[in-house]
């Protein structure tokens, strides 16, 4: 079910305070940078937060190295109905909605997925770079995807957890976030929709909602490419209180394939309405068991 069903996932920054905490410099009122008030500011070229980072690094690999070796055995010895599986990748640049979670540095992620019928639950792990002491974000979720005629529907709850986080002035950085979406074939093109909503978003600043329109084709066939397609997305952020910044809209294009076992993503990322924020560009390499 991968982590992509359940996590188109985190609004990430409303200029001035997610600035601060996704790596980027904060903006006062006339729109200029501030100095960082973050005391490792160097993200990962910081020669303090450099071996906390490397240290989770390496915690992360080890546990997701295991996923090849006791998903099968866990889910044949446990019985489970349903279908068990794992996914594990390495990105060049952990994008979220437009915004870099790694200094625009390299991530390890993974984790596990369970779906019986119309129910699936999974967790999900990255590691991150937010210039503080916060090196890995954790996902959990659980939902349902019925199906009517061509339609597709997928509707659930997804928390997301940063477990050696410090808290923000304005609060914790975990939060809540419940989601719907429907998606259908239209021609040859899968087109979709979804919206999420958090009742008390990131750093515990209030309501907070994101709507995403996507639009993808499988051209597999055409090309005699394992997994060749094109897709790309287009959404909204908005915030019920903008003391911190303004709304703002981020878009992705990217194209996929599958070579030698693994599945590749290569993909450039933008947004619309955040100050200094800049373009982004990422290639996956993933797996899944």
């Known amino acids: ?22 790596g980027l410099s904060p ?23 450099a071996g906390h980072a490397s240290m989770t690094k390496k915690t992360l690999l080890t546990g997701l190295l295991l996923i090849g070796i006791i998903t099968p055995g866990t889910a044949a010895a446990e019985g489970l109905p349903g279908e068990l599986s794992a ?9 979220f909605r437009g915004i870099t ?14 779906a019986q019928g119309i129910f699936y639950a999974g967790t999900w792990a990255s590691s991150v770079d937010f210039g503080d002491d916060t090196t890995m ?50 021609g040859p093109v899968e087109v979709g929709g979804s919206l999420a ?8 600043i209030g309501e907070a909602i994101y709507i995403q329109l996507t639009a993808g084709v499988d051209l597999s066939e055409e090309t005699g490419i394992e997994g060749f397609g094109i897709d790309g997305a287009y959404g ?12 703002y ?30 373009d982004n560009i990422a290639l996956t390499v993933s797996k899944t068991f």
Do not use: C, K
């Open 101 to 114: 979670q790694t200094d625009e540095g390299s991530a390890i992620q993974g984790g596990f997925d369970y």
């Open 27 to 49: 903006l006062n009122a006339d729109g200029a940078q501030l100095a960082r008030p973050l005391p490792l500011a160097g993200g990962n070229n910081h020669p303090t937060n």
């Open 1 to 22: 079910m991968a982590r992509a069903r359940a996590r188109d996932r985190s609004y990430n920054a409303i200029n001035s305070l997610e600035r601060v905490l996704h």
């Open 236 to 247: 909204f952020s908005r915030f019920d209180d903008n003391m911190l910044g303004d709304d």
């Open 249 to 278: 809209d981020d878009w992705n294009v990217g194209v996929t394939a599958s070579f030698f076992g693994l599945d590749f993503d290569l993909r450039y990322f933008g947004t619309t309405g955040l100050s200094g924020n800049g």
């Open 137 to 186: 974000e954790l996902d959990l979720y659980a939902g349902l995807t019925p199906t009517y005629n061509l339609l597709t529907f997928d509707v659930g709850v997804l928390y997301y957890a940063y477990p050696d986080s410090p808290d923000l002035p304005t609060g914790e950085q975990n939060f809540v976030e419940f989601y719907g979406g429907v998606s259908a074939p239209v």
């Open 87 to 95: 996914n594990v990748a390495l990105t060049t640049n952990y994008v």
């Open 197 to 204: 909503y958090s009742p008390d978003f990131y750093g515990e």
